[in-house]
């Protein structure tokens, strides 16, 4: 299966920029609804965003670094490589999406710190990072430069199956905190349906 640079460069970057606007949503948010789970096992809007900043910090400049270090241009498509489409298919959107494990390094509800709204100024400036990355790999051989993955140094993806893992990993867990956000007016809705059937006297 061959995919076409130019499509799929169009593709994660129109993903990137609807991310992006739906974090600029969040900041209008409180911090009652930024940090609202249901249970210690959820992530709140900040525990999803501040995931995904955890794995910018490692994959941005890993990506950057092979890319400056490396001159092949386009050859207009690429294959694949297996292991990369595999990490692809486990965190695709899907209609049906099983759960997943991560490293503890990589889990925001381990972190010891209080997060505050500005996980998401972070979450926005690496957006914007990660845009200008993949405005530069359109000149690129997405299949000749390869590029670390966070969990062995020992494993080397294609720098287009590494772009698309990103933006498609974003996407995920920007829609669990949509959904997030969405349980929190579910929730709300049905208080004041309670308290309108048994009004306090």
């Not at 990355?133 to 287009?160: F, M, W």
Request: net charge positive; aromatic share 6%.
């Amino acid at each position: 299966m061959k995919i076409n640079n130019t499509q799929l460069i169009s593709e994660l970057l129109g993903i990137t920029n609807r991310l992006i606007v739906v974090a600029k949503d969040f900041k209008t948010l409180d911090l009652a609804q930024l940090t609202f789970k249901r249970n210690p096992s959820e992530w709140s809007i900040l525990e999803c965003l501040e995931h995904l900043n955890l794995y910018g910090d490692f994959y941005l400049p890993a990506i950057e670094i092979k890319m400056l270090a490396h001159k092949q241009t386009t050859t207009g498509s690429y294959t694949p490589g297996v292991l990369g489409n595999y990490f692809v298919k486990l965190v695709r959107v899907k209609e049906k999406q099983k759960k997943m494990s991560t490293t503890s390094d990589k889990n925001p509800a381990k972190q010891s710190r209080q997060l505050s709204p500005t996980v998401i100024d972070r979450f926005l400036r690496q957006q914007e990072r990660l845009k200008i990355l993949l405005e530069r790999a359109q000149d690129l051989d997405l299949g000749k430069i390869r590029t670390p993955v966070s969990i062995s140094s020992l494993i080397r993806l294609k720098l287009g199956d590494t772009l698309r893992f990103v933006v498609y990993h974003n996407e995920r867990h920007v829609g669990q905190a949509e959904r997030m956000l969405s349980l929190q007016f579910s929730v709300n809705s049905l208080t004041i349906k309670q308290l309108a059937n048994h009004p306090m006297n």
